[in-house]
């Protein structure tokens, strides 16, 4: 009988150990991996945004990447600029990426084809990132704002591949003050002097 009891005993020890080391690897997990989707709000205003003079003026559909390097929220959304590269560059659509300033990084190989705009008129005032701008081929903006509302983006919550099918069938459209709540990083104003 005792040595029942002493195997009955190592058991349940063994089996709360394991749950103590199974417990303690997944709070690790959850506070290295995990992050908590802090809902924020943004108010997208594409007003003071201005195509270089080089882009600017009737030509090709334009698509505007804005992104900071240091913002998880990219991760969301790099995937699915990828996917809208390979689906619209064969429409003629340009891509171009402006990068935070005063920010270090640079995008993943997928999306090396973006031209880099180091300077865009206006861009010191938007108010978060991930971000796109998309002007038509008249030279107007026709959208600002954000990839998609929530934690990630992708083609089946995407604003951009409408606004990108209406413009390449000749619809004109004018979306560029944009209210989302989603994933979104500050977008600091980098002071001149």
């Known amino acids: 009988m005792r040595s029942h009891y002493r195997a009955t005993l190592l058991a ?15 709070d ?19 007003d003071p945004l201005r195509l270089p003079d080089h882009l600017a003026g009737p030509g090709a559909i334009r698509l505007v990447h804005f992104w900071d390097p240091a913002c998880p929220c990219n991760v969301g959304n790099q995937q699915h600029l990828t996917e809208l ?12 990426a402006v990068q935070r300033p005063g920010s ?7 999306l090396s084809s973006l031209e880099t705009i180091d300077v ?4 010191e005032q938007i108010p978060a990132s991930p971000a ?7 030279g107007r903006l026709a959208y600002f704002g954000p990839y998609s509302e929530g934690l990630t983006c992708n083609s089946s919550n995407s604003f951009i591949e409408p606004i990108l099918q209406a413009l390449n069938e000749g619809r004109e459209v004018s979306a560029t003050h944009t209210l989302a709540v989603g994933c979104y990083c500050p977008w ?6």
């Not at 796109?132 to 008249?138: E, G, K, L, P, S």
């Not at 600091?188 to 002097?193: E, F, H, R, Y």
Request: aromatic share 16%; with cysteine; charged share 10%.
């Open 104 to 110: 270090h990084g640079q995008l993943p190989a997928t």
């Open 132 to 138: 796109v701008a998309i002007w038509d081929r008249n």
């Open 188 to 193: 600091p104003v980098v002071p001149t002097s």
């Open 120 to 123: 865009l008129p206006g861009s």
């Open 28 to 46: 690790w997990f959850q506070g290295r991996y995990l992050r908590a989707f802090s809902e924020h709000t943004a108010l997208f205003s594409g």
């Open 85 to 96: 590269v390979e689906r619209y560059v064969p429409h003629g659509v340009e891509f171009y």
């Open 12 to 26: 349940s020890l063994l089996a709360l150990v394991c749950a103590g080391v199974l417990w303690a690897a997944y």
